[in-house]
């Protein structure tokens, strides 16, 4: 299964701590340890999917791939903070749209490749990326 792949785990761990970091580096209103977990595991989950949907053109499942992109984006941001903070989320839902919506293209193309890390690396090689 994809998401128990070595690789694709430690890129999320990394990701995590990266996040946890940044929260205690920017003291934002809106960003803390709960909400940066939720939204980078939702991004693991949905974002791969979310760009192979597009990559193959499966526009049957657009629909509900805009829902999984905005429920990861900004759905589950505005329903943590609509009870957490209700101030902040006033105060940073826009912000935080677009630099969510960034990072979850990046998480999705990062985890896109189906295969081991051996495997991408020998892909890359024979495609001189």
């Given at each position: 299964m994809e998401y128990l792949r070595p690789w694709k785990l430690i890129t999320l761990a990394i990701g995590m701590a990266l996040l946890i970091a940044g929260s205690f580096y920017y003291q934002a209103p809106d960003w803390d340890i709960p909400i940066s977990l939720i939204m980078a595991i939702l991004a693991y989950l949905t974002a791969p999917w979310s760009l192979r949907v597009l990559i193959e053109r499966r526009w049957k499942l657009f629909p509900a791939m805009l829902l999984?992109?905005?429920?990861?984006?900004?759905?589950?941001?505005?329903i943590y903070w609509h009870y957490t903070?209700?101030?902040?989320?006033d105060m940073m839902r826009e912000a935080?749209?677009?630099?969510?919506?960034?990072?979850?293209?990046?998480?999705?193309v990062v985890w896109l490749y189906r295969g081991s890390l051996r495997e991408f690396v020998k892909d890359a090689w024979?495609?001189?990326?």
């Open positions: 999984a992109t905005w429920f990861s984006v900004d759905g589950s941001y505005w903070n209700p101030v902040a989320l935080n749209f677009f630099a969510s919506l960034s990072l979850y293209g990046i998480c999705g024979r495609f001189n990326i």
